[in-house]
């Protein structure tokens, strides 16, 4: 098997091309360094790697020659960035999906995995969240990442292609961005305490989140990818933990030194994944807790 990897040099994406390595598949790495929180990026001297845009149709469309399954996972993917720069999130999560399906469809690929974001169910759902809730966007990264749905949607529909569409839930684990104070709240901590610095909460620290380890997202994907079970196609699926932790709690895990800043704009007040759907299509579950992974950080 041969597959591209978006944004493969990334967190989530690193992982799972070295996943696919040691299953022996052949790999193809795209991924243009663009993600700010990320210190360091996690090139595998093994894949065929590519420093491109995925909005750069006519450099990647070459790459897809051959490829079976494309994850898709580059992406302008922290809020508080796209708020500011909602024209970049745009050109990323938008423009640089059609052009990754464009160039699967061209080119023959069998399977496009496109990873979203829980982000996309808002205020207005009561949890446990599940993929047939309304939509509810509050910023430019849920509304562009959600774009991207619906062009995977469509291009099964009108094209054929095969897609499907995981909503993550809070992913977590080795090699998570740290840099900035808009970086996964995990990762921050972290970094926070290594430094001898206190943790920051944001606003009450009561908002709670379901924290899904980067493990069980790349099984997902992999699972996804060799899966015969046709209700996957061209559907929403949840991959999230199942339970979820306020942020409070959260810190008190990792340690006892934090401080309370100003409140955010246009994020979610609570998550909490339904993940039946993965259960039922996939066979998946998750493997790792948060206490369990802190418990081995510590």
């Given at each position: 098997m041969k597959a591209l990897v978006t944004g493969g040099a990334g967190f989530i994406g690193s992982h799972l091309v070295d996943k696919l390595l040691t299953l022996e598949w052949e790999v193809v790495v795209v991924d243009n360094e663009a993600a700010a929180s990320n210190e360091e990026f996690y090139w595998n001297t093994r894949t065929s790697n590519y420093k491109y845009d995925v909005g750069d149709y006519d450099k990647i469309f070459p790459l897809f020659e051959g490829v079976d399954v494309v994850f898709h996972l580059a992406a302008e993917s922290r809020i508080q960035p796209a708020i500011e720069n909602p024209i970049q999130a745009s050109k990323t999560n938008v423009v640089g999906t059609c052009c990754v399906l464009q160039c699967a469809r061209e080119q023959g690929v069998k399977r496009v995995i496109y990873s979203s974001t829980s982000a996309a169910y808002g205020l207005v759902n009561d949890p446990p969240l599940n993929e047939e809730m309304p939509r509810d966007c509050l910023n430019p990264?849920?509304?562009?990442?959600?774009?991207?749905?619906?062009?995977?949607?469509?291009?099964?529909?009108?094209?054929?292609?095969?897609?499907?569409?995981?909503?993550?839930?809070?992913?977590?684990?080795?090699?998570?961005?740290?840099?900035?104070?808009?970086?996964?709240?995990?990762?921050?901590?972290?970094?926070?305490?290594?430094?001898?610095?206190?943790?920051?909460?944001?606003?009450?620290?009561?908002?709670?989140?379901?924290?899904?380890?980067?493990?069980?997202?790349?099984?997902?994907?992999?699972?996804?990818?060799?899966?015969?079970?046709?209700?996957?196609?061209?559907?929403?699926?949840?991959?999230?933990?199942?339970?979820?932790?306020?942020?409070?709690?959260?810190?008190?895990?990792?340690?006892?030194?934090?401080?309370?800043?100003?409140?955010?704009?246009?994020?979610?007040?609570?998550?909490?994944?339904?993940?039946?759907?993965?259960k039922e299509w996939l066979g998946w579950r998750p493997a790792m807790t948060l206490e369990k992974w802190i418990t081995q950080w510590r």
């Open positions: 990264y849920s509304v562009t990442k959600c774009a991207g749905e619906d062009l995977c949607a469509m291009y099964t529909k009108l094209f054929g292609l095969e897609t499907v569409v995981f909503r993550y839930f809070n992913v977590y684990g080795d090699r998570q961005p740290v840099r900035g104070q808009y970086a996964p709240v995990v990762g921050i901590f972290l970094r926070q305490v290594a430094s001898g610095e206190p943790m920051t909460i944001v606003g009450d620290g009561k908002q709670r989140r379901d924290f899904t380890h980067v493990s069980d997202v790349v099984t997902a994907n992999i699972s996804a990818a060799t899966s015969s079970n046709k209700e996957i196609l061209g559907n929403i699926i949840n991959i999230g933990n199942g339970k979820n932790y306020s942020i409070l709690e959260l810190s008190q895990m990792i340690g006892d030194n934090y401080v309370y800043i100003p409140p955010r704009t246009g994020e979610s007040r609570v998550t909490l994944a339904d993940n039946r759907r993965a």
